[in-house]
Nanobody, 124 residues
Framework: QVQLVESGGGLVQTGDSLRLSCAAS????????MGWFRQAPGKEREFVAV????????LYSEAVKGRFTISRDNAKSTVYLQMNSLKPEDTAVYYC?????????????????WGQGTQVTVSS
């Protein structure tokens, strides 16, 4: 089992920045690819970003490319999502996910383990 706990969400204004964190415990964090997803009210959950277990590969959705950066610190068992130039359409609950397979997170958009989510609200 892997337990994931997100933090760092909040209410910000358009153009502001936030950094989300996802702390993992349980199995060996460095064996897992990690991803961020988000779900806005009334919409399906959507892929945001993924990072491979050794940080050699990252991928972003077109909606966040150039504004968001995913990174990880395997020594701290934590994955981050730096979000810059936030827009109202970024408002959502953000979830992190872990998978032994990078390709499960993207393009399959599946995770073996999920966090409980953290709310990000961007006001205009």
């Amino acid at each position: 089992q892997v337990q994931l706990v997100e933090s760092g969400g909040g209410l910000v204004q358009t153009g502001d920045s936030l950094r989300l964190s996802c702390a993992a415990s349980g199995r060996i964090f460095s064996n897992y690819a990690m991803g961020w997803f988000r779900q806005a009210p009334g919409k399906e959950r959507e892929f945001v970003a993924v990072i491979s277990a050794d940080s050699s590969m990252t991928l972003y959705s077109e909606a966040v490319k150039g504004r968001f950066t995913i990174s990880r610190d395997n020594a701290k068992s934590t994955v981050y999502l730096q979000m810059n130039s936030l827009k109202p359409e970024d408002t959502a609950v953000y979830y992190c996910a872990a998978s032994r397979s990078y390709y499960s997170i993207y393009p399959q958009r599946r995770g073996d383990y999920w966090g409980q989510g953290t709310q990000v609200t961007v006001s205009s």
